[in-house]
């Protein structure tokens, strides 16, 4: 966890407010696998990483709320008992959508203040979103002793996305980021919401992240389409989500559906079944394995569930020439950010090196390299 970025919000706290916050660091995520799977009740696999997004606050003497966004420089402030969502309001419907969901239990919030900003790279599909609001209701269950249980302050981060954000998103990515563990990757079972850790140490091998630095557009709107056409399926099925259905459920009903819901819901049943082998292969050190079903979910996700772009399919492919790449694919929700690749760390300075050469050469824009430490999750911190 960077240091620099607790003294950063603390001291920026300080100066606009005046008094001494609470410091809380929530972290952003990545994920092995197991891509759209969680809305479906499915596994998947991600860890918290150790950049996220520190929070500072502090009870108000006035009757406003105040918000200061300090990577943005940009300030807001509101009155408890009237919030909505605000049209376009950016950053603003996380922080509003988190209170709302509170005030839904019945809970009786007081003004106060606070500060954020945050060091997860942009667009990069590391979940700042999920972050924001695990550091927005964990800083405000700890000022004013709320006793939320971790369970139920996820649940709040997830509906202020779906209510105030408007991206019906599953549990993952608030599920990572509160729940992380050091050195280690979560199997998260969405139907229970019980996970298990696994000590990722991959020897001479490394995860690496790379970022395309596209965001395309309609991507929330896709997202949300995708999800309708799981749910629209589960209710033919007659089941309760598509974790349930084998692919012969899938056949008996194949004549009912188009051939493109079809290609979705298999590739959600498929890659809920690679979740699991990916986490024997993990068992077994069994790496080649993990690198192969890498590839096989991005095949998935960029011709069965449509949710990769052009620049993502590009990296994953110039992985695929490199036998030093075990295995790649696009992570999240698509449309841009990451892909996540494995690579033998004596080979990773000539990768990169190649991969930055032709990247920019095809799309005559950079993209960014990343390695992360996969650390705790959401909790206090002290400004040392
Ligand atoms: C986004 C959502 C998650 C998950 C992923 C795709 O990150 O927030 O809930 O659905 O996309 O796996």
Not at 18 to 40: K, Q
Not at 76 to 94: A, C, M, Q, S, V
């Amino acid at each position: 966890m960077n240091k620099d970025l607790i003294k950063h919000i603390n001291s920026a706290f300080k100066v606009e407010f005046n008094t001494n916050p609470i410091l809380v660091f929530a972290p952003g995520r990545i994920n092995l696998i197991g891509e759209h799977t969680d809305y479906n009740d499915g596994f998947v696999f991600p860890a918290a990483i150790d950049k996220g997004i520190v929070a500072a606050i502090q009870k108000s003497e006035s009757k406003y709320c105040t918000v200061l966004a300090v990577d943005k420089n940009e300030k807001f402030k509101f009155l408890l008992e009237t919030i909505k969502p605000i049209e376009n309001g950016d950053w603003r419907n996380y922080v509003l959508g988190v209170i709302s969901e509170i005030q839904k239990k019945r809970i009786t919030l007081k003004p106060f203040e606070i500060a954020f900003g945050g060091d997860i790279p942009r667009g990069a599909g590391m979940s700042s979103s999920a972050a924001l609001e695990n550091s927005i209701v964990f800083s405000l269950n700890e000022l004013f002793n709320l006793n939320l249980s971790k369970n139920e302050m996820i649940a709040i981060s997830q509906k202020a996305e779906h209510n105030y954000v408007g991206v019906k998103c599953g549990i993952m990515d608030q599920y990572a980021s509160m729940f992380g563990q050091k050195n280690s990757a979560l199997l998260l079972d969405c139907r229970s919401i019980a996970s298990t850790p696994y000590k990722i140490d991959f020897s001479e091998y490394q995860l690496l992240f790379i970022n395309t630095n596209v965001k395309h557009n309609l991507s929330e709107s896709a997202y949300n389409e995708r999800r309708l056409v799981c749910e629209k399926i589960a209710n033919l099925l007659q089941i309760s989500a598509l974790r349930d259905a084998s692919e012969n459920d899938l056949l008996n009903i194949k004549n009912k559906i188009s051939e493109e819901d079809y290609q979705k819901a298999l590739c959600v049943i498929q890659e809920n079944k690679r979740v699991i082998k990916a986490s024997n292969a993990i068992q077994k050190n069994d790496l080649k394995t993990l690198g192969a079903l890498l590839y096989e979910s991005h095949q998935g996700l960029q011709k069965q569930y449509k949710v990769s772009c052009d620049e993502l399919d590009f990296l994953v492919e110039k992985a695929k020439g490199y036998p030093d790449a075990l295995g790649a694919r696009m992570m999240g929700g698509g449309f841009g950010g990451c892909t996540i690749n494995i690579i033998k760390k004596d080979a990773l300075d000539i990768f990169k090196k190649n991969i930055a050469k032709a990247y920019y050469k095809n799309f005559n824009t950079n993209c960014s390299f990343y390695i992360v430490n996969l650390s705790e999750g959401t909790r206090v911190v002290e400004n040392t």
